[in-house]
Structure formats: C-alpha cells, structure tokens
C-alpha cells in the first residue's frame, strides 16, 4: 500500500502516514475514522493538503475528503448551492459561472477542498467565503452525530472560524452551503481590478483577471511546492500602529472596522530583504515574500527554520510578530504552529 503523503501536500514534503484512506461518502468517513479510532490510532482528515505542513510521518491514518457532489436550488432572489465538501474549490468557482451564477469570481484558484474553505474562512481580493456561506454541515465524529451549522455559529474572522477550535477538531466537514445573491456586485477593490468599469464589468472577466493575477504573482505548486501565504497577516493595536507609523511611515495598511490595523506580512517581509532567502531547500519565493516555497527538496525542518528566521527578522525591525497561517501537522495530531517557529 502507497503511504507516502508527498502527492496529498502542496508543499510536495516527504512523509509518510501507516494509511490513507480516501473517502466518498459520509458513511466512508465515519467508518474509516472509527477503525482507526477502535485500534486505537491517530486519524486526520485531509483535503488537498494545500494549508497544512506535515512535521513528521503521521503515525495513523490520513482520511482523504472527496466527497462529491454539487445541487442548485433557483430561487426568486438567489441561488442556493448544497456543495460535498470535498468537491475542488475552483472548479466549484467555474462551473458556476459557466451557469450563469456570479458571486465567487474573486476567490478563483484558490487551491483546495470546497469543505476545507470555511475552516480558515478563505478570502482573496476583497471577499471572503464568510459574505456567501449559508451554512456548514458537519459530523461529530465521536458520537456520529450529524449537524448543521449557520454562518454566525461558523464564527468567521480573518482567516478563522469555529472549525479551528480545539473543541472543534473531531468535527468532520460533509458539506457547505452558499446562498449567492441575483442582486450581484462586482467587488473591485484590490489590484488589476480596480481598473475595471463597475458599470460594465462582468463576473467572468473579473474572474479572468484574477487568474492571471494570481497566475503572475504566486507560484505554482506543481513546478515549487508551497502552501499560499505561509504567514497571516498581522492586526496590531491602533496605538501599536501609530507607533509604527511614526517610524515607518510608508507602511502600507488597511483600518479595521474594530479599530485595529492589517498590516501586510508580505511587505514587512520584502523590508527585510528577504525575497529568495534560502535556509536547505526551502526558500522565500522571489516574487512574493509571504510564500515559502520548497525550492530544491526541502524538509519540514528547512521550512520551519526558514519561517523562524523570518519571523525574527521582521519582529525585530518592526516588534510585529507574524503567526503561520499553515496548519503544522506532527506525529499524532496537529501542534501549535506559533511555538514550532517561535
Ligand atoms: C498556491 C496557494 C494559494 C493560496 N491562496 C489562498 C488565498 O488566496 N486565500 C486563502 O484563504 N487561502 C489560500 N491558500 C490556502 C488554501 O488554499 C486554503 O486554506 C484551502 O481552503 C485549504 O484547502 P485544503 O482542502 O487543501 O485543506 P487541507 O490543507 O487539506 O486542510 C487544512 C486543514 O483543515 C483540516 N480539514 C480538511 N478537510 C477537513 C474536513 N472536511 N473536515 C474537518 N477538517 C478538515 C485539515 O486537517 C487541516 O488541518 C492558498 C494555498 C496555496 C497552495
């Protein structure tokens, strides 16, 4: 049996599981979670391994998520959608424009399972899943109990939701359901899509110019692996920031409707002349510094002594601290991704 969980990460790392199960059906999922449970071994579930960096072998088995399966509901002011959760989340985007339905255009090329998107409330150029998602339904995976959870108990924030709790972890994601609206507003906010005509613009061509943005400015996984933005971006205190700024004047940064300021991780990292820094095989990517990529077979530890020298980097000329967005995957179980780099 193949172990080797190299093709099911991103990040293309070598490690192996004792088994990986793919599964498509919620019945799959529960049994294969229970065997593992009953002989007494660790059990993750996985969707395409496109956040999460694996530290060691896992000592248990990966459950692969490719439940499928995609229904549409037409109603007088939007389109309901019952989504598997492991359906691929772009070709989710895509086939509903192909349907005529707009709404997620900006989050297109996100990599990644449609069940994984509520976990870290997925956004790019300017929305995120949380303005769409209807509800997440999940299963207890200790008591097999099946239940569903509305977009306020999700809990959504920046790159966050209730699906990242500890008490959380033994929760299964089975499907999502998105409610996109007919009354449809183009979100041009961010990058080439400020140039856009709101008037005239189509979800179509927004989601053309959003794939070659992306196309342009991140790496592909298949030619260097990586996970996306290794780090968040950091929200400081506003007295915090206006410290800051009284250094740092050209700091680019977005207000917070709480007050607080985001900064851009990416950009402090560039400050620190850190763009194609290589620690092993790991190396900041040339074109946007808030991705590590594995450039030459890089190891979980290159990667993880890369993401430390930056964090010390940045922490010591700006006394910010980022905090990996990736999940670190250990042995048993998921550990603390912050005390790994700290
Ligand atoms: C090139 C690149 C670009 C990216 N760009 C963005 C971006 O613009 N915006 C953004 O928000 N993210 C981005 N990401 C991150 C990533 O795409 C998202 O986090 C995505 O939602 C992860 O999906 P996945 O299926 O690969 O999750 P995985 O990496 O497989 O899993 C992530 C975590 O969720 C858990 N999990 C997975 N499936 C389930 C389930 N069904 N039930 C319960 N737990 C589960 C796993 O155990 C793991 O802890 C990018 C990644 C890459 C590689």
């Known amino acids: 049996m193949n172990t080797s969980l190299k093709s099911f990460n991103t990040f293309g790392i070598q490690a192996n599981a004792k088994r ?3 599964v498509e059906s919620v019945n799959e999922l529960a049994g294969a979670w229970a065997d593992a449970i009953s002989n007494k071994q660790p059990a993750m579930i996985l969707g395409e391994g496109s956040n999460v960096l694996f530290l060691s072998d896992f000592d248990g088995t990966v459950i692969v998520n490719r439940i499928k399966g995609i229904e549409v509901t037409e109603q007088d002011d939007a389109w309901l959608l019952h989504i598997g959760a492991g359906e691929n989340w772009h070709q989710l985007v895509e086939k509903t424009l192909q349907r005529g339905i707009p709404g997620l255009e900006n989050l297109a090329l996100i990599p990644g399972c449609a069940g994984s998107a509520p976990i870290q409330n997925i956004g790019a150029y300017g929305v995120e899943i949380k ?10 995976l200790n008591s097999g109990q099946a239940l569903r959870l509305d977009s306020e ?10 699906f990242k709790r500890a008490d959380y972890k033994h929760y299964a994601i089975v499907a999502v359901g998105l409610r996109l609206t007919k009354a449809w507003q ?23 110019c959003v794939c070659e943005m992306r196309r342009s ?4 996984p298949k030619v260097n692996g990586n996970a996306g933005s290794f780090f968040k971006n950091p929200v400081i205190a506003t007295e915090q920031a206006q410290a800051l700024f009284a250094h740092y004047s050209n700091v680019p940064h ?13 950009w402090l990292i560039d400050q620190c002349q850190l763009k194609g820094y290589r620690m ?9 510094a808030l991705v590590i990529i594995n450039e030459d077979n890089a190891s979980s530890e290159d990667i993880v002594a890369l993401a430390h020298y930056i964090r010390q980097q940045v922490g010591n000329k700006f006394n910010v601290w980022l905090e990996p967005e990736v999940r670190f995957i250990g042995t048993n179980q998921e550990v603390n991704a912050l005390e790994a780099i700290a």
């Open 20 to 22: 990986i199960t793919v």
């Open 131 to 140: 303005q769409v998602c209807q509800y997440v339904d999940c299963i207890d």
């Open 153 to 162: 108990q999700c809990q959504f924030g920046y790159r966050e939701s209730i």
């Open 186 to 208: 183009p979100v041009l906010t961010y990058g080439s899509l400020t140039q856009l005509d709101p008037k005239t613009v189509s979800a179509q061509k927004i989601f053309d």
């Open 217 to 220: 400015k991140l790496p592909d």
């Open 254 to 266: 977005y207000l917070q409707p709480d007050g607080q300021v985001k900064l851009a991780a990416g």
């Open 280 to 288: 092993g095989g790991a190396a900041v990517h040339r074109q946007q």
